[in-house]
């Protein structure tokens, strides 16, 4: 009776899954085996191993790189203080709660503060530096996607923080160990899974960013989910952009499989 029971439990979440993640990637998968013209073909796959292609999933893997990177060197001692506050709660929500504004409120947010007259720029030329282009660069890709996706770093990162128990802490310290060696041999590697968790949890949508390329970066960053979107939007080869959908679908799984299963070195 139980087994029974929990099977009918059960229905929703596979009809879930069946409807909006295997449909999708299958529906996915369908179209990316017919060319521009709509003729059945292996085209497409020939054409994602180019140099164009190929480049365009280097920078985007290194984009998400550097993205995750600055994410976690900012989450963990930020999440590590949060951890000594008083009012922890109160901290982790103010940190939260710009992830519940939409993103492209954000971006547009964004384009006024690092824009040629924005705030930026003005405090720029009251201590004499001057105007600068800070808008549509790199760097401001960089620092609005870190800003986006920070809380989703720190937020794991506390969790384990927090199950952390002090009192191994203590032992480290007590047997005379710094706050380095502290640090690197009982409070990282003990809180590795908050960092893996993190790292996931920036890592993967970061790979497939378009939004913030094209308000941001003026295009000038091209990334895989930049490609997806001109290939389904401006070019209308929707057969192109679900190849590139699909490689995107398993680099995202080898990512999180590796990020699982990878073992923390010593």
């Not at 999708?24 to 994602?48: C, H, K, Q, V, W």
């Not at 937020?155 to 060696?181: C, H, K, Q, Y």
């Not at 192109?240 to 990512?255: D, Y």
Request: glycine share 6%; proline share 4%; net charge positive.
């Amino acid at each position: 009776m139980q087994d029974r029971t929990r099977n009918i439990y059960l229905i929703p979440y596979m009809l879930w899954i069946i409807l909006f993640v295997i449909a999708p990637i299958a529906l996915i998968m369908y179209y990316s085996m017919f060319n521009i013209d709509g003729a059945f073909s292996l085209e497409n796959y020939t054409r994602f191993f180019t140099p164009v292609y190929l480049s365009m999933t280097f920078r985007s893997f290194w984009y998400a790189a550097i993205i995750t990177g600055v994410s976690l060197l900012v989450a963990y001692p930020t999440a590590y203080l949060l951890t000594k506050t008083e009012h922890k709660q109160l901290w982790l929500l103010l940190i939260i709660l710009p992830s519940w504004i939409n993103l492209l409120l954000k971006a547009y947010a964004f384009i006024g503060i690092l824009g040629f007259y924005g705030p930026v720029n003005s405090f720029l030329n009251i201590i004499g530096i001057g105007t600068r282009q800070i808008l549509f660069t790199d760097f401001s890709f960089i620092f609005v996607a870190v800003y986006i996706f920070i809380p989703y770093m720190i937020l794991p990162i506390f969790n384990a923080l927090e199950e952390l128990n002090p009192s191994l802490v203590a032992a480290a310290r007590d047997l005379g160990a710094s706050s380095w060696t502290t640090f690197r041999r009982v409070i990282f590697p003990l809180t590795f899974s908050g960092v893996k968790a993190g790292c996931r949890a920036v890592f993967i949508p970061a790979l497939s960013l378009f939004m913030i390329t094209r308000l941001i970066a003026g295009n000038r960053v091209i990334t895989l989910g930049t490609a997806i979107e001109q290939h389904f939007l401006v070019t209308q080869d929707w057969g192109m952009g679900s190849t590139i959908a699909v490689f995107l679908i398993i680099a995202m799984g080898l990512t999180m499989i590796l990020t699982e299963n990878g073992k923390r070195v010593n």
